[in-house]
């Protein structure tokens, strides 16, 4: 997401923007955004590190985004990556305070049945993880099923 933010001068792509690989390729295009555009370049996947911090002990072995993305690489037969890169947090709502600086975590704006529709520019593996975060406010504290097709 590094490459993507600098390549668009923007925090989050809207509809006709290119997201962008470590060697500056366009590698999907965001088509169409049902939502009021409110998404996430900034935060990192969740982790079983990221648990332990917000909840101590009983963070360790929480489901996370890392671990999805690792799981279903390795069922299509990919090694994973030896760190996650940074995501695209769609429907996540991150927003930038008016100091210029700080950041806080908070409830989606997009309602149910929202989307949005990337295009594949080049043959590409794209994973999704429904985020399991339920101590945070960015899913209202109830994650839910997250659905997807390929047209
Ligand atoms: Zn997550």
Wanted: proline letters at 6%.
């Amino acid at each position: 997401m590094q490459h993507t933010r600098a390549s668009l001068n923007r925090t989050i792509p809207k509809v006709g923007d290119g997201l962008y690989n470590n060697k500056r390729e366009e590698i999907l295009t965001l088509v169409e955004d049902t939502t009021s555009g409110h998404h996430d370049t900034l935060i990192a996947a969740c982790d079983e590190e990221r648990y332990i911090e917000l909840a101590g002990e009983e963070g360790r072995g929480h489901r996370n985004c890392s671990e999805n993305l690792g799981e279903g690489l390795r069922i299509i037969g990919i090694e994973p990556p030896q760190f996650t890169p940074s995501p695209l947090n769609l429907f996540m709502n991150i927003p930038v305070s008016e100091d210029g600086v700080s950041l806080s975590f908070e409830k989606p704006t997009s309602k149910e049945g929202e989307y949005v529709v990337l295009k594949a520019k080049v043959d590409c593996v794209v994973a999704f993880s429904a985020c399991p975060q339920d101590i945070l406010a960015i899913n209202c504290g109830k994650p839910v099923d997250a659905h997807f097709e390929i047209l």
